[in-house]
Every structure is written in structure tokens, then in C-alpha cells.
């Protein structure tokens, strides 16, 4: 199962802190829908959809759809926070 590092944990409670969002709000990742793209889209969501696996740490939530859970297994999601507020994920091994 996907694990989440301090750094991810804690940029993601923040990008889903902002009171205008719903409690259940989280990381999603999800299988890119074009094979033109990148593997994986990341995107906020308000909630699971249908068939998502929850991997929650610390007050975050990543809900990642079965292709996503899937390939990252075995995988550590992690973050760096540029001096500007940017957040950058990678993933890497555990």
C-alpha cells in the first residue's frame, strides 16, 4: 500500500485545509485518462469516487483509483514545498 511521508502528509493537510472545502477533501490520484500525459493525475477531490482506495496518514487523505493503487503499491508518496508555497509530489520506493 502506498505510504505517505511527513513532508506529503503535511503539504496535503494543508492544501485541503482551506475552510471553503469540504472535511472530506483529499489527494486524488488516478490513472491518466490520455496516454499522451503523464501516468498519474493528482488532483484535489471533495470526496472518493466510486471504487477508491483511502490511504489516510497524519489528517491527510489520498484517495487513489484501483489502476493508481495498483502501481503505486509498493511506492512512498513524498513532497517538497518550494520557498514560494509550491508543492512538487514525487513518487518513490519504500
Keep these: 500500500m ?19 472545502l469540504p472535511d472530506a477533501t483529499g489527494l486524488r490520484i488516478a490513472a491518466s485518462p490520455t496516454e499522451a500525459g503523464p501516468p498519474l493525475a493528482i488532483s484535489l477531490s471533495a470526496g472518493p469516487q466510486p471504487g477508491d482506495q483511502l490511504v489516510e496518514s497524519d489528517g491527510a487523505r489520498v484517495y487513489l483509483d484501483s489502476d493508481a493503487a495498483a502501481a503505486l503499491d509498493d511506492k512512498a508518496l513524498d513532497a517538497d514545498v518550494s520557498d514560494q508555497g509550491e508543492v512538487r509530489f514525487q513518487v518513490t520506493d519504500q
Design 2 to 20: 502506498l505510504t505517505l511521508t511527513n513532508d506529503a502528509a503535511s503539504a496535503i493537510r494543508n492544501l485541503t485545509a482551506q475552510p471553503e
